[in-house]
């Protein structure tokens, strides 16, 4: 008997889905290929020699922000992300690795002289910039000189220009000092005609970390705290530029009515008027410049000096892999940078459990005899930060004394984190402090009504629905705000007695000095907040002092990428280095549509991350400086 001949629409439908599985397996092999051949290349093919002259400059090209720890990036996403024309949000480069090629480079006999382009630097806190500032001033010591050009100098990317022996700026070019600034978005009015009901439960009269979503301005509270230290920072900066560039700390124009005069005596020309205020020492085409260094360097064969870039000069100076030697005693160092959020989370933030996770790691080794906490957040989960701190507990328990080093900013949380450790170290331009808990919920009872919807039903007692998430759809009742503020106004007192007990304060003094207020790191010292000013190496070298070594080695425990992400991630790098990936120029108009966005963005992420299991933080949004 025949076989029954399918219908007209299963066969229709049935060739679509043949169609489909071929195009799948298609593009599935295509990808499988093309992994195959990256990864075969980017293990036996090697990178092309990194050629240095006998007489070079290293090209200190900067690109992104300066941090200690770089963030997580999905390899696929950005690569695909970057042949599509996409620009990486935020590119990073790590303060470590500047360092140690600057100190290489004042080591090398081929390379006698520096060039800092600096126009690629973003954000960066003084620390981190006088971090990489010691390196430089080291180099010069070595008899060799640095030169900075640039067409334009933005406020860290002056501060780095600053340590050249030469300035030069481009004939058009401008230099623009303009002070530090704490100006935040805020969201009350847009709440408010969303129909968005906002519920705010905090304790301390400076915690201004809600107000963007409680207010349409700030606080004259925040605006006091905020402009102490703001004040205090642009003081430091002032100070270090004027004394390196051997002029009058009154040569930084602060008023409008200032520059104007200033620049209407140079005819409007920014650059005459860098010149004339000794902000720049010469003005300089690109060929003027060029050929000044081939005086120094001599000159390649693609008529311009000779030169090595700081991304090829780091291939050749610094190891593909970390490897820590098993024998020698060890000083660990653990990097929290970012919010704290409860659970585990990748690099660039800061995980309750995967952080504890890698000081528990520190503990149970024997080679670790100290542990430095670097601390560069501005806070989170509060319930989070306990972990962490429990952690460090036992750290100290187990006989392995612990260093807490602040870097730009170690606020709330970041504060919580730190209190545990046998000594808090700061820079004197750290931002710390900011001592007090919050709780925010959004609710939108009325924006349910506008839609016409409604969530209604039966429970077993008032409280049931409540972790579901029906007060969100319904409102909060009196007795449900009056049961959150009273939480939040224990987890208040839990920290200051938290703090209290670690700083050898009683309650009523950290409350004193707490209250949600930000200090800089001098202050805090004042304080009693801290114990000691100093960077990032002196903190470790207190960390082995205390520990009584004299001979060990820095190991940096760090969270690992499982073998598939290692795997992607050495693919999509080695394609990515050698060109191999398209890209396209991000356009001027979708950079500004960037900028515009990315504030807002940036808010409503930062929320997005509160998952603190009680609802309870300890955050500062006002540390962030624009």
């Known amino acids: 008997m025949s076989e029954k001949k399918k219908g007209l629409i299963r066969r229709f439908f049935g060739a679509i889905w043949a169609v489909y599985k071929g195009f799948r397996s298609t593009v599935l092999n295509i990808i499988f290929i093309l992994l195959v051949v990256l990864l075969a290349t980017a293990i036996f093919g090697g990178d092309d020699k990194v050629k240095v002259a006998e007489t070079s400059a290293l090209y200190l090209n900067l690109r992104g922000d300066l941090v200690e720890e770089k963030r997580y990036v999905d390899p696929i996403s950005a690569a695909l992300n970057e042949s599509l024309g996409g620009q990486e949000e935020r590119p990073e480069v790590l303060v470590s690795e500047v360092v140690k090629v600057i100190n290489h480079a004042s080591k090398d006999n081929r390379i006698q002289a520096m060039v800092l382009d600096l126009s690629g630097l973003g954000g960066a806190s003084l620390d981190k910039l006088q971090a990489v500032g010691k390196a430089l001033e080291a180099f010069k010591a070595s008899g060799k000189k640095i030169f900075a050009y640039g067409a334009y100098y933005a406020q860290n990317q002056y501060f780095l220009a600053s340590y050249a022996d030469e300035i030069s700026l481009e004939p058009m070019g401008a230099v623009i000092l303009e002070g530090y600034g704490s100006y935040p978005m805020f969201y009350k009015n847009a709440l408010e005609k969303l129909k968005v009901s906002t ?17 349409n301005d700030m606080s004259a509270e925040a605006k006091e705290a905020n402009s102490a230290w703001l004040n205090e920072l642009w003081a430091d900066y002032k100070q270090q530029v004027a004394e390196r560039r ?11 009515t200032a520059l104007y005069e200033k620049v209407k005596a140079a005819d409007g020309d920014l650059g005459q008027y860098a010149l004339n ?14 050929r000044s260094l081939i005086a120094v360097v001599g000159k390649n064969d693609k008529h311009t000096y000779n030169h090595v870039t700081f991304a090829d000069y780091a291939k050749l100076v610094l190891p593909a892999k970390q490897f820590d030697n098993p024998l020698t005693e060890k000083v660990a160092v653990v990097v929290a940078r970012g919010m704290i959020v409860d659970g585990t989370a990748k690099a660039g933030m800061i995980g309750g459990d995967s952080t504890a996770a890698l000081l528990r790691r520190a503990r149970h080794d024997d080679k670790v005899k100290a542990v430095v906490l670097r601390i ?5 989960s509060a319930f989070a930060s306990e972990v962490i701190g429990q952690e460090i507990a036992l750290l100290r328990e187990a006989g392995k004394p612990v260093i807490a080093s602040m870097g730009a900013v170690a606020a709330s949380g970041g504060y919580w984190i730190a209190a545990p450790a046998n000594e808090i170290w700061a820079a004197p331009t750290t931002i710390t402090g900011s001592i ?23 429970g077993t007692t008032e409280l049931a629905g409540f972790s579901a998430g029906v007060p969100v759809f319904n409102g909060l ?22 703090v209290g007990e670690n ?64 795997l992607l991630a050495d693919i999509f790098g080695s394609a990515k280095a050698k060109g191999w990936l398209p890209s396209v120029a991000e356009q001027p108009q979708n950079r500004a549509l960037r900028q515009l966005t990315q504030q807002v963005k940036q808010d409503f992420v930062l929320m997005n991350q509160f998952n603190d299991p009680n609802g309870i933080y300890s955050y500062c949004l006002s540390c962030q400086i624009n």
């Not at 560069?376 to 989170?380: A, F």
């Not at 007795?479 to 938290?498: C, N, S, V």
């Not at 002092?545 to 992400?565: F, K």
């Open 503 to 566: 700083r050898d304060m009683t309650i009523e003094a950290v409350d004193k000095v707490a209250q949600g207020r930000v200090w800089t790191g001098r202050t805090a010292l004042e304080l009693g907040l801290v114990d000691k000013l100093g960077t990032f190496d002196d903190a470790i070298a207190r960390a082995a002092e205390l520990a009584g070594l004299t001979q060990y080695d820095v190991s940096v425990v760090q969270h690992e990428l499982s073998p598939t992400e290692q």
């Open 436 to 458: 007090g808990i919050f709780g925010l919920l959004h609710t939108f009872e009325n924006v349910m009504q506008t839609l016409g919807l409604n969530v209604d039903g039966v």
């Open 199 to 215: 519920h705010v439960f905090r304790v301390g009269t400076y915690k201004s970390a809600v107000e963007p979503f409680t207010r």
């Open 246 to 256: 051997n002029f009058a700390v009154e040569t930084f124009d602060e008023t409008f």
């Open 477 to 498: 009742t009196e007795p449900a705000k009056d049961l959150m503020q009273l939480l939040i106004e224990r987890g208040y007192t839990e920290f200051l007695t938290m």
């Open 376 to 380: 560069d957040s501005g806070g989170g």
């Open 277 to 290: 205020s000794k902000l720049v020492d010469s003005i300089q085409t690109r060929e003027e410049f060029r």
